[in-house]
């Protein structure tokens, strides 16, 4: 039902189930927050969202006060700026507040309302938090110095990843966020999505910076210098640089990758259209089974890390076919060192746990984000808005649509069942609609080749869990289900650039980002691994049919991620 109420002098109808915040931000009114994640994040403890209602004795969080009929709001009284403006110096009165050495400077959710309310960051000082980096885990950093203990990343890893990695331990000014029983983060469950890390308004959690390691790979002479990249980087990276969420700018960034000094830049999307024949050979084979357990995809890393944390009994059910990622870098070295080149390789990943994975097999040699890229980019004094596009090199730098669309969730399984269904049948079917669209969960039937298969498109781990659970006990049966653990897919990973989710949410970006995607791919002329000639060439020119060969390249040997990562760092 909706009802009638004023916001600042302005008469709003709205529904009378909102919160004043919700209302305020339909109607472009800004209340500024810091612990505020709608629906997963809602504790009213930052008290920065404050507000003025008429008849109430003290000022009201505008994020749990729901609205009333003629209730009158202000937003920004004299009154309400001085609270707001206390709140935050009293956040500061423990915080590292050396910002020009944290990795989040002007990026910082607390350090723009600090300027924007002009705090004394002295006003309050006393005792600090105690100042203890933890770099243990490959692909997050965290540093409790810098924590406001807005429970944002643990209500994200718990209500989204199912993982409760991260939780808020010890009482009163002890009171910090970590692992249980004050674990390391790479001892604990952590499993490097990095959806904390996007989430976090201060430099408490950020991504391991990998851009040292490139910048020493770039200086070298004695190598041929690498970049490749993954889908769901060329519809992000546009934001680093003030562009609309979702912007396609492929060639431009290939154009900067060439600028900043790499010898070749490839497609990790021709790695994905190597990984779909590879994964749909593995499901026809893995039907003809009858088994009670379905093939799972394996090419996100933090789903992978999951399961051999929590459900090891499960590994042997993950696909062997190595990521994109890794089966492209495993083809280029193998297609240079066979020439005597040696080559060393960057990836270019939208995911931090994908540092883990680079980590754990060895064969690329720096990992970093779509934000690594964007710094790096600046660090080298490029005008990205002013770019030509340039186009992938040959002889890896050609893709298909099934390639592009692994960025969205639901992709994989597309791109797998365009390659089946015409491999099988002979029949195109470039669209696939049925497995768009999920919303955590999606069951789908398809007629395979006159069999009707079960498929579960998944994506975030919590419902991962609840999808794992109802096979164990016999309630559910698939012959093959995708997981991403990262909410929307790879396009919302945990290395694509920081936006302000007080303007809009993340199940909107990452529908913003894929619709681009989509677009992309239905402008291509060719939808499906079986027409990449790139792919087809390598098969027949390069492995020649040797079987050995292609399996050593393009499936793995499953690796313990924390096991391999502990013997390396000791």
């Known amino acids: 039902m909706d009802i009638e109420i004023i916001i600042d002098g302005k008469k709003i109808k709205a529904d009378s189930n909102s919160t004043i915040l919700e209302v305020a931000r339909k109607n472009d009114i800004e209340i500024p927050t810091l612990c505020y994640l709608k629906g997963i994040n809602e504790p009213a403890s930052c008290r920065v969202c404050v507000v003025e209602v008429e008849g109430a004795r003290n000022l009201v969080t505008a994020c749990t006060t729901k609205i009333r009929p003629d209730m009158v709001v202000k937003t920004n009284t004299t009154k309400v700026i001085k609270a707001r403006k206390t709140a935050l110096e009293l956040l500061l009165s423990n915080h590292n507040k050396n910002c020009l050495n944290c990795p989040k400077n002007l990026k910082c959710d607390f350090q723009k309302l600090v300027e924007q309310f002009h705090c004394d960051t002295e006003k309050y000082a006393g005792a600090t938090t105690e100042n203890h980096i933890d770099d243990t885990n490959h692909a997050i950093v965290r540093d409790m110095s810098k924590c406001i203990l807005c429970g944002k990343c643990v209500s994200v890893c718990a209500k989204l990843q199912g993982c409760s990695a991260i939780t808020k331990i010890n009482r009163g000014f002890e009171t910090k966020v970590g692992s249980d029983f004050d674990k390391c983060m790479q001892e604990s469950s952590c499993i490097g999505c990095g959806q904390c890390v996007l989430v976090c308004p201060t430099g408490a959690l950020t991504q391991k910076n990998d851009i040292p390691k490139v910048l020493d790979i770039l200086e070298k002479t004695d190598v041929i210098r ?19 969420i979702g912007e396609f700018a492929e060639g431009k960034m290939v154009t900067a990758l060439k600028e900043i000094g790499f010898d070749y830049v490839f497609d990790v999307n021709m790695g994905a259209d190597f990984t779909i024949v590879e994964e749909a050979q593995e499901l026809i084979e893995h039907l003809k089974t009858n088994s009670k357990y379905p093939l799972f995809t394996s090419c996100c890393p933090g789903w992978f890390n999951y399961v051999q944390k929590n459900y090891p009994d499960m590994e042997k059910y993950l696909s062997s076919s190595k990521s994109p990622n890794e089966m492209l870098a495993s083809i280029i070295k193998y297609y240079f060192e066979e020439q005597g080149k040696k080559v060393e390789i960057v990836s270019v990943m939208p995911c931090t746990g994908k540092k883990r994975e680079v980590f754990a097999h060895g064969v690329i040699d720096a990992c970093i984000t779509t934000r690594e890229l964007g710094e790096l980019i600046r660090l080298k004094g490029i005008n990205f808005n002013k770019l030509a596009d340039s186009k992938f090199d040959d002889p890896f730098g050609e893709y298909t649509g099934g390639a592009l669309i692994f960025g969205v969730t639901g992709g994989v399984t597309e ?19 049925d497995v768009r669209n999920s919303k955590g969960v999606k069951e789908v039937e398809v007629d395979l080749g006159g069999r009707t298969i079960r498929l579960a498109i998944v994506h975030g781990l919590a419902n991962a869990q609840r999808v794992i ?14 997981v991403m653990a990262c909410p929307g897919g790879c396009v919302n990973g945990g290395g694509q650039p ?16 894929a619709a681009t995607i989509y677009k992309a791919d239905g402008d291509m002329k060719f939808k499906e691994a079986g027409e990449n000639k790139g792919v087809a060439k390598v098969y027949s020119e390069l492995f020649k049919g040797d079987h050995e060969l292609i399996h050593k390249l393009l499936h793995y040997v499953h690796v313990d991620y924390d096991r391999v990562e502990e013997s390396k760092d000791n």
């Open 226 to 244: 690498i970049a490749q990249v993954a889908p769901s980087v060329r519809v992000a990276i546009g934001e680093e640089f003030g562009g609309k």
């Open 415 to 433: 791109a797998a069942l365009r390659y089946a269904v015409h491999k099988l049948t002979g029949k195109k079917r470039n669209i696939i609609e």
């Open 469 to 482: 659970e109802d096979i164990i006990a016999g309630e559910k049966h698939y012959d093959f289900v995708e």
């Open 498 to 513: 920081y936006v302000d989710y007080n303007k809009i949410s993340a199940t909107e970006v990452a529908k913003k980002r």
